[in-house]
Every structure is written in C-alpha cells, then in structure tokens.
C-alpha cells in the first residue's frame, strides 16, 4: 500500500491594526485557519507572533511586509477619530492616505491580496441604507481620508477586497467606542448626549471580524458591506445598551445633530445594506440585542 501525504502550506495573513478593536478580533480568529501576524505601532497586542510598524515610515512598513511576504493583508490600521481628523487634516491624510498607500506598495511587492477596512462614511447619508454599488459622497475629512484609501487599493492592480462598516463595539483594552463609552458614564451616574437624526448600523466587532475570514476563505473580492443587521439612530442605540446592561435611562440625553455641536458632518441617514454578504456566504450578522448579550457575557467572563 501506498501512502501519499500532501503537504500543503498554511496561508500567511498580516493585519495592520493589530491592537485595535477590529484588529484585536481579526488576530484571535486569525490561527484556525491562516498564519498570522499582527502588526502594531503604539500599543502593543497580547499576540505572540507581532511586528512593530508604523504605516507612515515607509521603509519599516517595506521592510516589515517584504520579510514576512504575506499572501494576505487586512489592513485595519488607521485614524478614526471623526472629530480629531477634521482639525487635523494633515495627520490623518498622512496615516489614512499615504499610509495606505505605503500598505498597497509593499503589498505589491510580495502579490498579497489586499483587504481594506473601510467605512459607511464614504456616502452623504442622504438616501441610507447604501449598497456596494451606491454612489459616494463622503462630506468630512476622515471619510474623505477613506474613501481616498479605497481608491489607493481599487487601482493597485492587486486581487483585493474593501470591506465597510460601521459604529464597531466590542471588548477593547486600550480605546473606547460607544459602547463602552456608555456603559462607563451610566455605570457612574453621568449624562451623557447621543444624537436622534443620526442613524447607522451598529456593529459587534467580534462578528465582522468573523464574517471577514469567512469572505476570505471564500477567496471574495471586490467590496462587501459588513454591519449589524440593525439601523438605528445614537440615541436609541444608548437606550438598548442601557436595557441590556441594566443602567438607568434617565442620564441619557437626546439632542440632535446641530445641538450636538460636532466638529466633522455625519452622514445622517445611513446604514449599510449586506444582501450581497448574505447571499454569497449564506451567514447573517447579528443584531444590537444579540452583539450587546455576547459582550456583556465576555465582560463577566473577564
């Protein structure tokens, strides 16, 4: 009897952002199928298999990239402070364009496929929910930074997949999102002001990250829209947060957008639509009840 073993190597994936929330998620799900390493650039991932690079240093991010000749990066690494880039145009065209830009030009040099993590930003909100095919229109400096991004990748002539989503939360050890920026001020009895006339689609990072290797395990290129299943607006969004954590409503405040005072426009109707993603992968995100009970049972399981 004759016995052949095929050896078929495992495909390398290397995820830019590797300490933020998506990032974080993306690296954990990551070893089932792929090897992976996790890039950072100021705080250091509970990782073992991690590099330190800075997308703005050209050299590193070419020296880090053509060492480790991934077949596949997901490029999460960006900055996302809406309000921060508005007054910082410069510093966030720098990391969020030229960045990629520098992520795009390893890329080619190794043929890695390319995943870009993109946002609902990149439309006007003015006829929300969007599919892939809608027209953009992003109206702040961030969107515009990423729809830039979008760009750099779309015409790289790489195989690559641009992935949009939105208003992630989850567990996050080094930065908060809205979730966790609710539960906190409720927890200690602080109002806090959330939108009315801003509506998207909340989204449990934990299952985009799981939905993203799901679409590359597919070998899917193009772009996807991965989401919640829910369209909300902010506020309503706090009140289920509070229901599920069990936090007194009353310090939640409703104010709209120009009340708000927000330094960058929002895209006021938004939300993205994910038939596309449903359909081809047969897999349906979760809604906000859903991702709010898998959080709070990670948190008690800290």
């Known amino acids: 009897m004759v016995i052949i073993l095929l050896v078929v190597d495992m495909e390398k994936i290397l995820v830019t952002g590797g300490a933020g929330l998506l990032g974080s998620k993306l690296i954990n799900l990551g070893p089932k199928d792929f090897e992976t390493v996790a890039c950072y650039n100021r705080n250091k991932p509970d990782f073992d298999n991690i590099r330190e690079m800075d997308l703005t240093d050209r050299g590193r991010v070419f020296k880090v990239i053509e060492k480790e000749k991934p077949d596949i990066i997901i490029h999460t ?9 508005e007054e910082h145009e410069k510093e966030a065209w720098k990391i969020n364009v ?7 030009e390893a890329a080619k040099r190794v043929n890695a496929k390319m995943v ?30 990423k729809l830039k991004g979008e760009g750099e990748v779309k015409n790289s002539g790489l195989d690559y997949m641009i992935i949009r989503t939105t208003v992630l939360y989850g567990m996050d050890r080094y930065k908060q999102n809205f979730v966790t920026w609710v539960i906190e001020n409720l927890k200690n009895d602080k ?6 006339d801003q509506y998207g689609s909340p989204s449990f990072a934990d299952d985009v990250a799981r939905i993203i290797i799901e679409l590359i395990k597919n070998r899917k290129t193009g772009i996807y829209n991965v989401v919640g299943s829910d369209i909300v607006n902010r506020y309503e969004f706090a009140l289920r947060i509070a229901k599920v954590f069990n936090l007194n409503t009353k310090f939640i405040k409703p104010v709209t957008t120009e009340e708000s005072k927000q330094k960058s426009p929002r895209p006021k109707k938004a939300g993205l639509r994910t038939d596309k993603t449903q359909n081809e992968l047969k897999i349906k995100p979760m809604g906000i009840e859903d991702g709010l009970l898998k959080m709070k049972e990670q948190m008690e399981n800290e």
Not at 98 to 104: I, S
Not at 191 to 196: E, L, Q, R
């Open 77 to 85: 690494a960006a900055l996302t402070n809406v309000d921060y880039c």
């Open 98 to 104: 030229e960045g990629t830009k520098n992520v795009v």
């Open 116 to 145: 870009y993590i993109s946002t609902e930003y990149v439309f006007d909100g003015e006829h929300g929910p969007y599919s892939e095919d809608d027209e953009t229109n992003p109206l702040g400096v961030y969107a515009k930074t």
């Open 191 to 196: 109002d806090i002001k959330a939108v009315t």
